[in-house]
């Protein structure tokens, strides 16, 4: 059936068709990501080593006064907590996933694609990948510093390309070559081209920080567009390289 986005990434759609223009200039960008996606799942599978609720206007509700002899009464309306889900998630996901990261089996790259975006911002993407349990994890980051360093600090999910700080949220992007996965997303291979399930990442923080000795640690508080929760620490080095043009 019809895809359906949520009202913020319908609206954002409209940003996007500036943004696609500039994409078109930079086609061979677009390609590389794509050979780089595909050579990492490959090498993932063969284990190859060296990411106020809304008032219904037609019915709304009567506002009850409050009673103040009663404590308990609130005081003032309460907001909701968490994101509001699409009603058809891309998630293949059935439940939660704890990401379990082996130190010996876990390969980390931390790719810098410049200004890509063409937003001031330097974006980067990060590829983490367990050979023995066969699930990659791509973070999408942007961030002010243009030093080629692994960008640290906590990145929150978004759809804006234009926040420092964010992380930007799994979608399916079309283009001229048809549609593919964009941005952050989840995968459990099967086969070298067949996932077993994927899963946008689509709220939730990463925390990237710098040890003494040269590695990361990077805390992982993500949700897919189901409400399934992906949570785990990775200790260790991130690989970097450069496809800054």
């Given at each position: 059936?019809?895809?359906?986005?949520?009202?913020?990434?319908?609206?954002?759609?409209?940003?996007?068709?500036?943004?696609?223009?500039?994409?078109?200039?930079?086609?061979?960008?677009?390609?590389?990501?794509?050979?780089?996606?595909?050579?990492?799942?490959?090498?993932?599978?063969?284990?190859?080593?060296?990411?106020?609720p809304?008032?219904?206007?037609?019915?709304?509700?009567?506002?009850?006064?409050?009673?103040?002899?009663?404590?308990?009464?609130?005081?003032?309306?309460?907001?909701?907590?968490?994101?509001?889900?699409?009603?058809?998630?891309?998630?293949?996901?059935?439940?939660?996933?704890?990401?379990?990261?082996?130190?010996?089996?876990?390969?980390?790259?931390?790719?810098?694609?410049?200004?890509?975006?063409?937003?001031?911002?330097?974006?980067?993407?990060?590829?983490?990948?367990?050979?023995?349990s066969?699930?990659?994890?791509?973070?999408?980051l942007?961030?002010?510093?243009?030093?080629?360093?692994?960008?640290?600090?906590?990145?929150?999910?978004?759809?804006?390309?234009?926040?420092?700080?964010?992380?930007?949220?799994?979608?399916?992007?079309?283009?001229?070559?048809?549609?593919?996965?964009?941005?952050?997303?989840?995968?459990?291979?099967?086969?070298?081209?067949?996932?077993?399930?994927?899963?946008?990442?689509?709220?939730?923080?990463?925390?990237?920080?710098?040890?003494?000795?040269?590695?990361?640690?990077?805390?992982?508080?993500?949700?897919?567009?189901?409400?399934?929760?992906?949570?785990?620490?990775?200790?260790?080095?991130?690989?970097?390289?450069?496809?800054?043009?």
């Amino acid at each position: 059936g019809e895809r359906v986005y949520p009202l913020s990434c319908r609206l954002r759609l409209l940003q996007d068709f500036e943004l696609g223009f500039k994409r078109i200039l930079t086609e061979h960008k677009a390609i590389m990501r794509k050979l780089s996606y595909l050579l990492l799942a490959l090498m993932l599978l063969i284990g190859c080593t060296p990411e106020k609720p809304s008032t219904d206007e037609n019915n709304p509700e009567q506002e009850q006064p409050q009673d103040p002899n009663n404590p308990e009464d609130p005081q003032e309306p309460q907001e909701p907590e968490g994101p509001e889900f699409p009603d058809n998630p891309l998630s293949q996901l059935t439940g939660d996933v704890e990401l379990v990261w082996d130190p010996a089996n876990t390969l980390v790259y931390a790719d810098c694609y410049g200004d890509y975006y063409d937003t001031g911002l330097y974006c980067w993407s990060i590829y983490f990948m367990e050979f023995n349990s066969k699930i990659m994890l791509t973070l999408e980051l942007m961030t002010t510093s243009q030093e080629l360093e692994v960008p640290t600090g906590v990145f929150k999910a978004t759809i804006d390309p234009y926040q420092d700080g964010g992380m930007l949220i799994g979608r399916i992007i079309e283009d001229m070559d048809g549609e593919f996965a964009a941005y952050s997303w989840f995968t459990q291979l099967e086969t070298a081209t067949t996932p077993a399930a994927t899963a946008p990442i689509y709220y939730g923080t990463t925390e990237i920080v710098t040890n003494p000795d040269g590695t990361f640690t990077a805390t992982l508080d993500l949700m897919d567009d189901a409400g399934n929760n992906l949570d785990g620490v990775y200790d260790g080095e991130m690989i970097i390289e450069d496809f800054r043009i």
